[in-house]
């Protein structure tokens, strides 16, 4: 091997480490957890609006709804309120800006009290949604729960998603009491 080839070896073998290197990073920065501050409201009691989580600056204990986004702070619900029991197969109801949806469909997920996703679909608006006012929405919650998990506490989060990549744009979470399957 002359020293051409020996330097084109060399400069192929340092692009590949950087490359390898570079992708290790990516991947772990991808785990590290992202807070997000943003147009974030806690709402502790219907009609009451509190912009800081609580007086210790930590929201886990609180068990309040949380929105983030402007779009978010108009949405209201008829029937669910911060730590009702929710039973698999509940309906719930309430109002939405029409551009919450996109095909009249806006996602939920359902987490348990450690943030699994037992459960994932639609609600839907039942009325013209290509507005900027507020329409009602329907939705069924289902997930599943195992009869033998150690807390019931879970979370409903309904989302906003860019309809080009998926990406939630907004969303409201729902602290809530499950069911465990039977």
Do not use: C
Request: cysteine-free.
């Amino acid at each position: 091997m002359n020293s051409h080839e020996r330097s084109i070896a060399v400069v192929m073998t340092l692009a590949t480490i950087i490359i390898i290197i570079t992708v290790v990073l990516l991947l772990l920065n991808n785990n590290q957890p992202t807070t997000v501050t943003t147009n974030t409201v806690y709402v502790n009691e219907p009609g009451s609006v509190d912009e800081s989580p609580n007086e210790t600056g930590d929201n886990e204990d609180s068990r309040t709804i949380v929105r983030q986004g402007e779009l978010a702070k108009k949405l209201t619900f008829n029937n669910l309120s911060a730590n009702d029991t929710l039973p698999s197969g509940s309906v719930i109801t309430g109002m939405a800006p029409g551009n919450w949806f996109f095909e009249a469909d806006a996602g939920y997920t359902v987490t348990d009290w450690d943030g699994r996703i037992i459960g994932q679909s639609y609600i839907r608006a039942d009325d013209e949604w290509m507005t900027t006012e507020l329409v009602p929405f329907t939705g069924t919650i289902t997930y599943s729960l195992p009869a033998d998990t150690a807390y019931n506490r879970g979370t409903i989060i309904l989302q906003r998603s860019n309809p080009r990549d998926g990406s939630v744009q907004e969303y409201v979470e729902i602290p809530v009491e499950l069911v465990p399957n039977s």
